[in-house]
């Protein structure tokens, strides 16, 4: 199916039915009231509660995450004694694409406090029958043998965040990907998990399709401008 082609009741069960693909409001949970407030046209004036709403999915997906990392166990010393305590082996690096995917990429960065951070320029380029994604910039660490959490807040088409992750390599390859988006259209998530086979992907929510302009319907609207305000 094209990535732009109308969604189907058999694509989006397939989504949902994906073993690498985990929909974190499928359940009810604080999580899904922060979502409903960043879909909310009212909510979505205070742009400062739309950001703080984004970096708390964030903190949520970033715990969830965290179980499938490595752990060691280590002893530490504590005023009384000493406590065998489990510490996370390795910090992934947390890459994101500006502008929109900061404060999801904060929340991230608040739980998994010591990881480094890459950052790309990339953005769609309108007026066009099809989705064309421009990278303009890229910035990152090693990322040979690391785990790589790749966080935008809406996975559309998907073709921005492939771009992206294939720009990237350039800096090595990853030992294990993680893909993290607020919202998805199932056009968008065919399309990653067809592209990117060794990426697992954490949603918030999982819509119902792309308009003709690929925007995920219902969405809920321009992240980087409710997050920043409006942008010529």
Not at 102 to 118: M, W
Not at 143 to 163: E, F, N, T, W, Y
Not at 181 to 199: H, K, L
């Amino acid at each position: 199916m094209d990535a732009l082609t109308p969604n189907s009741a058999d694509s989006t069960a397939a989504a949902h039915a994906n073993a690498r693909v985990r929909i974190l409001c499928a359940q009810p949970s604080i999580a899904n009231h922060f979502l409903a407030e960043l879909r909310d046209v009212d909510v979505q004036k205070d742009s400062l509660r739309f950001r703080r709403n984004l970096q708390r999915l964030g903190e949520i997906m970033a715990y969830n995450i965290s179980a499938g990392l490595d752990f060691t166990n280590k002893t530490v010393r504590t005023p009384l004694g000493e406590s065998s305590s489990m510490h996370l082996s390795d910090f992934p690096v947390l890459a994101t694409v500006l502008r929109a995917g900061l404060p999801f990429h904060q929340g991230f960065l608040n739980y998994f406090d010591q990881s480094p951070s890459a950052f790309a320029a990339a953005y769609r380029i309108e007026g066009t029958a099809q989705v064309q994604v421009q990278v303009d910039y890229l910035s990152a660490p090693s990322l040979d043998g690391r785990v790589l959490i790749l966080v935008d807040p809406m996975l559309a088409s998907g073709k921005s965040l492939v771009q992206t992750y294939r720009a990237m390599l350039r800096f090595g390859t990853p030992r294990q990907v993680y893909i993290a988006a607020v919202i998805a259209s199932p056009q968008g998530v065919e399309y990653v998990t067809r592209e990117v086979p060794e990426a697992t992907l954490w949603l918030a929510a999982l819509d119902d399709d792309l308009n003709e302009q690929a925007y995920i319907v219902p969405g809920l609207g321009d992240a980087g401008d409710l997050s920043y305000g409006s942008k010529l």
